[in-house]
C-alpha cells in the first residue's frame, strides 16, 4: 500500500504561478510511473502529466509549455510546475502512482485562478 499527500495548492491570479508537491510512502516509489490528474465537478478527472520511472515526460496539449512535471527519487516526491496560470486550470489536482494494474491516488488538493 502506498499513501500519496498532495501539497501546494492554492489561490492565484491568472499568469501566477504555483507549485505542487506529491509525497509518497514507502521504498518503492522508484518503480511508479507517476502522474498529475485534475478533476472539476461533475466533469471526468483527466491526465495532467506524467513521469515515468527512468523520467520520460508527457504531456496534456493544453498545459504543454505552461507546466512541468519532476521527480525526486531520495525524497519520495513528485512535482508538478505550474506557470502562466489561466481560469481554467482551476481544478483539484490529484497524485497518482501506478505499476503495471495498480494505481494508488492522494487526496487532491485545490487550485483556484482568479481572473
Known amino acids: 500500500q502506498v499513501q500519496l499527500v498532495e501539497s501546494g495548492g492554492g489561490l492565484v491570479q491568472a499568469g501566477g504561478s504555483l507549485r505542487l508537491s506529491c509525497v509518497a510512502s514507502?521504498?518503492?516509489?522508484?518503480?511508479?510511473?507517476m502522474a498529475w490528474y485534475r478533476q472539476a465537478p461533475g466533469k471526468q478527472r483527466e491526465l495532467v502529466a506524467r513521469i515515468s520511472s527512468g523520467g520520460t515526460t508527457d504531456y496534456e496539449d493544453s498545459v504543454k509549455g505552461r507546466f512541468a512535471i519532476s521527480r525526486d527519487n531520495a525524497k519520495n516526491t513528485v512535482y508538478l510546475e505550474m506557470n502562466g496560470l489561466k481560469p481554467e486550470d482551476t481544478d483539484v489536482y490529484y497524485c497518482?502512482?501506478?505499476?503495471?494494474?495498480?494505481?494508488?491516488w492522494g487526496q487532491g488538493t485545490q487550485v483556484t485562478v482568479s481572473s
Open positions: 497518482n502512482a501506478k505499476f503495471v494494474a495498480t494505481d494508488f
Open positions: 514507502g521504498s518503492t516509489f522508484r518503480i511508479f510511473a
